[in-house]
């Protein structure tokens, strides 16, 4: 939809309703880095795929590779 279209129809003037846009991607432009997900690294063994963030342990990982693969 074209926005100054969707600004009549809402009853507010264009330039009001590209003002709002900017603010809202200029916040999430400063909210997306801090929000965005940990990387992730995917293992696959056999037919399991197992994602783990980086905060899980040496050890932890271990334990999971041990698991899956004694099943």
Do not use: H, Y
Not at 37 to 62: C, H, K, N, Q
């Amino acid at each position: 939809m074209n926005v100054s279209a969707l600004a009549r129809r809402l009853g507010i003037s264009p330039p009001q309703l590209f003002g709002w846009r900017k603010a809202f991607l200029k916040k999430q432009d400063a909210v997306t880095p801090a929000c965005a997900p940990a990387p992730m690294v995917e293992i696959v063994v056999g037919e399991v795929t197992i994602r783990v963030g980086p905060d899980l342990s040496e050890a932890a990982l271990r334990r999971i590779l041990r698991a899956v693969r004694s099943a």
